[in-house]
């Protein structure tokens, strides 16, 4: 099997997943952490995630050296309303205010998964804006238009400790909110939180694991957005 073939059969977590209760609906369980192939997405992507994505691709130009950009790297896209284009341009001055500092991005080898080297699970979840600092120190900004992002949950810190391995053993985790130019104290993650948040995730996935090897509907709140309704035998 190659490594390819292996990484489209080993099961697959994100966030969402990982806070799963027990009561959380198996099928669909066992096909988005299984089976990822098949579905039908039945929601729309929202516009303000989209104005995050469009600022955050400018600031990762903008750091494609070291250093601090200016106003100029980010020039008005004028392919977004009238409104938006007041978001990301609020969303970028905070950016600028927020981190003075020199940074230049260092992009992960997978941008969305990382494979977990001993049990080959996927761990997913994006990583915004990893890099490094004027010394050298590895550092991840979790930069997001609002605060939503950047309130990490245990799931959201256990992904984010697992998926910057590569960056290096000890990673600052940055965090702020643009358009409140509010910065948060930065999460450090070393070896030790590491190893915890590992602990944490692999008996997590191993408990969804179970619950999706069962593999049967469980009409309910995870009904909401399944992208497996159309297939799905209670709603035939
Ligand atoms: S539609 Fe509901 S019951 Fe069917 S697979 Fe999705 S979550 Fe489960």
């Given at each position: 099997m190659t490594l390819d073939e292996f990484a489209e059969e080993a099961p697959r977590f994100t966030a969402r997943h990982l806070r799963?209760?027990?009561?959380?609906?198996?099928?669909?369980?066992?096909?988005?952490?299984r089976?990822?192939?098949?579905?039908?997405?039945?929601?729309?992507?929202?516009?303000?995630?989209?104005?995050?994505?469009?600022?955050?691709?400018?600031?990762?130009?903008?750091?494609s050296e070291l250093g601090v950009p200016d106003r100029a790297a980010f020039p008005t896209p004028t392919d977004l309303s009238a409104?938006?284009?007041?978001?990301?341009?609020?969303?970028?001055?905070?950016?600028?205010?927020?981190?003075?500092?020199?940074?230049?991005?260092?992009?992960?080898d997978d941008e969305w998964e990382s494979?977990?080297?001993?049990?080959?699970?996927?761990w997913v979840g994006p990583v915004t804006l990893p890099g490094l600092d004027s010394e050298g120190?590895?550092?991840?900004?979790?930069?997001?238009?609002?605060?939503?992002?950047?309130?990490?949950d245990e799931a959201a810190h256990a992904l984010i400790a697992l998926r910057t391995e590569s960056l290096g053993e000890l990673v600052y985790i940055d965090r702020a909110a643009l358009i409140d130019a509010?910065?948060?104290?930065?999460?450090?993650?070393?070896?030790e939180v590491r190893a915890q948040?590992?602990?944490?995730?692999v008996e997590r996935a191993e408990r969804l694991l179970a619950i999706g090897d069962d593999a049967r509907p469980r009409m309910g709140r995870d009904c909401m957005g399944c992208p497996y309704v159309a297939q799905c035998p209670v709603y035939r």
């Open positions: 799963a209760g027990s009561d959380t609906c198996s099928l669909r369980l066992h096909r988005e952490i089976q990822r192939k098949g579905g039908a997405r039945n929601y729309g992507s929202s516009r303000s995630f989209d104005v995050e994505r469009r600022l955050l691709t400018d600031i990762a130009t903008a750091h409104e938006e284009q007041r978001v990301y341009q609020a969303a970028m001055i905070g950016y600028l205010t927020v981190f003075p500092e020199p940074f230049v991005v260092a992009p992960l494979i977990d080297p001993e049990l080959g699970y996927r120190r590895a550092r991840v900004r979790l930069a997001a238009v609002t605060s939503r992002s950047i309130q990490l509010d910065r948060l104290e930065p999460i450090v993650i070393d070896a948040a590992r602990t944490w995730a």
